[in-house]
């Protein structure tokens, strides 16, 4: 075979068959094939997309390229369950979910990635603590998982490398936005990771990568249906993104956030009612729950009884963190030097955001990436952000803003005003707008 032929007949809108699939990403993996040609039919299939059949082929030959993690060895106890969220501005749910599903007779082998653009990263927020070794060896990760029931590390090199190779490209060539290859790189990894169980949380919305509804539809029923197809039992939850999800935006004040949140410090409502729907989804899937009802109550009462603080706090000192990180956050997690209010003019409600500016308003104080080589400041970012509908004015700011410097934060201070419309209150949406799934 060969590849120009394979790229030619996608440009002209055929489907691709599993061998020319295969025969392409074996290719990708042993670098066979030029990263031009991987570019071009990465745009090839951004216009003319895949059919269902392509895409199982193609996540299918992904999840081949490297190790297929089996759990069956570990012998545990229970379901191997994880989520994946699309990405999006202020989601620390993963800190929260896997502890509390953890806490629930799950284990959750969670593989996160860094920011993506102006979304955050699971990854970089729990690098923001002292110690957290998110890149363990393959038996010290599955030693955290057996004994805690949860550990959330960083993509290593051995698990779909076809993704990191395509992802690195479709990064730089504009072809990131393409359900076909989204639904592939994202379930190559999870099937790799050996899962019995995903539930998606598919954002929509200002702050989402597909932020029309029918878009984030049709990401959802991609993953759900390509999933099923790989054996992998998925649901997907179409959760909203037209504010960020908690009230602070960036890496050590999400973490401290979601820390409060385990500890019953401070619940924000919206947190919350994704972290207990996603939860009852992986705890069904997962048969730890007979319905979604005794699913919710399960993940509730794991968080109210703390069960869920204790397994965070474990999984962070398994993996090298402080072993008081939760008695003492503030001691551990960085503090920015500078902080300023963002505060409007005149008074008024909360009518819009557009969340991918906030999350890029974090990006510009530094606590994300604009090359992929940068190193981000763990410190930076806004917290107290005001939600959709809140009264706001001279004595009622936007946002706290957290930065290395005055002139870092009067630059996010602007950002901010910016990116909030003031005016007749906006009303909130649902958070989970809607299901996708058996
Ligand atoms: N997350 C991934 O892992 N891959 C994509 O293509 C998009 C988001």
Avoid at 165 to 189: C, F, G, H, N, Q
Avoid at 243 to 261: C, F, K, Q, R, Y
Wanted: with cysteine; net charge neutral.
């Amino acid at each position: 075979m060969i590849p120009q032929e394979i790229i030619r007949r996608k440009r002209d809108g055929a489907a691709l068959g599993e061998a020319e699939i295969a025969f392409f990403i074996a290719g990708l993996t042993n670098g066979a094939v030029t990263e031009g040609q991987a570019a071009a039919l990465a745009m090839a299939i951004f216009f003319r997309g895949m059919t269902r059949t392509e895409c199982a082929s193609l996540t299918r030959a992904m999840t081949g390229s490297g190790r297929v993690l089996d759990w069956r060895r570990a012998d545990l106890p229970g379901p191997v369950l994880d989520k994946h969220s699309t990405g999006g501005v202020g989601d620390n749910v993963s800190l929260i979910l896997a502890p509390a599903v953890a806490a629930c007779g799950g284990f959750v082998p969670m593989i996160s990635g860094r920011g993506l653009g102006h979304t955050g990263g699971t990854l970089d927020k729990l690098e923001s603590i002292q110690g957290y070794d998110a890149a363990p060896d393959e038996a010290r990760f599955t030693a955290v998982v057996k004994s805690v029931g949860c550990a959330i590390i960083g993509q290593t090199g051995a698990l779909a490398p076809a993704d990191g190779r395509l992802y690195a490209i479709r990064d730089v060539t504009a072809t990131v936005e393409s359900i076909p290859l989204i639904t592939a790189s994202i379930l190559s990894k999870k099937l790799a990771a050996g899962l019995q169980g995903l539930v998606m949380d598919v954002k929509t919305g200002s702050g989402a990568f597909m932020a029309a509804l029918k878009d984030s539809r049709a990401l959802a029923a991609s993953l759900a249906e390509v999933a099923a197809a790989a054996g992998l039992p998925t649901v997907s939850l179409i959760t909203d993104m037209n504010e960020p999800l908690a009230s602070a935006a960036g890496n050590a004040v999400e973490t401290l956030h979601a820390i409060d949140h385990l500890t019953g410090a401070k619940r924000e409502p919206r947190v919350q009612a994704v972290v207990v729907a996603l939860g009852a989804e992986m705890l069904l899937l997962g048969g730890l729950a007979r319905d979604l009802d005794e699913g919710r109550a399960r993940i509730e009462a794991a968080l109210d009884s703390g069960a869920a603080a204790e397994r965070f706090a474990q999984m962070v000192s398994a993996l090298g963190g402080p072993a008081d990180l939760i008695e003492r956050p503030r001691h551990y997690l960085p503090q920015a030097p500078v902080t300023l209010a963002a505060t409007p003019l005149r008074a008024g409600h909360v009518r819009a955001i557009d969340a991918r500016a906030v999350g890029l308003a974090v990006v510009a104080l530094g606590g994300g990436r604009t090359r992929p080589q940068d190193r981000i400041d763990p410190a930076v970012g806004l917290t107290n952000l005001a939600g959709l509908g809140a009264p706001v004015g001279p004595g009622q700011p936007l946002a706290l803003v957290h930065a290395r410097s005055e002139d870092a934060a009067r630059e996010a201070a602007v950002r901010i005003l910016a990116a909030y419309e003031l005016g007749e209150p906006g009303v909130a949406g649902l958070v989970v707008v809607e299901r996708v799934g058996a």
